[in-house]
């Protein structure tokens, strides 16, 4: 699977912006899909996934604001952002995991995307 992610941007406090992430290789029906994001000096942490039997999940941070979702037919996930704040800033990375116990970790990815840079300004 090769995962390439697109449509970060400079925005300010307040806006929205919508990630995707396209896919090939293979279909997206058996994985779990996940947004990932790393801040400056911080660890890649979860931000949402949806697995591969239709169940969403999201952190903390970022419940009710941002929301997942996935086309498999067309192999591809998305994650819209809303009500962006500035520690929301990171790099944003979708990763692919085949049908493994849990969705949260990075080390249940096996496939990543390159990255899409989101810059959220006060």
């Known amino acids: 699977v090769q995962l390439q992610a697109s449509g970060g941007g400079l925005v300010q406090a307040g806006d929205s912006l919508r990630l995707s992430c396209a896919g090939s290789?293979?279909?997206?029906?058996?994985?779990?899909m996940g947004w990932f994001r790393q801040a400056p000096g911080k660890e890649r942490e979860f931000v949402a996934a949806?697995?591969?039997?239709?169940?969403?999940y999201y952190a903390n941070a970022v419940k009710g604001r941002f929301t997942i979702s996935r086309d498999d037919a067309g192999n591809m996930v998305y994650l819209q952002m809303n009500s962006l704040k500035p520690e929301d800033t990171a790099v944003y990375y979708c990763a692919a995991a085949f049908k493994t116990v849990t969705v949260f970790d990075t080390s249940a990815y096996s496939y990543w995307g390159q990255g899409t840079l989101v810059t959220v300004s006060s």
């Open positions: 949806s697995s591969w039997n239709g169940r969403t």
């Open positions: 290789g293979r279909t997206f029906r058996n994985y779990h």
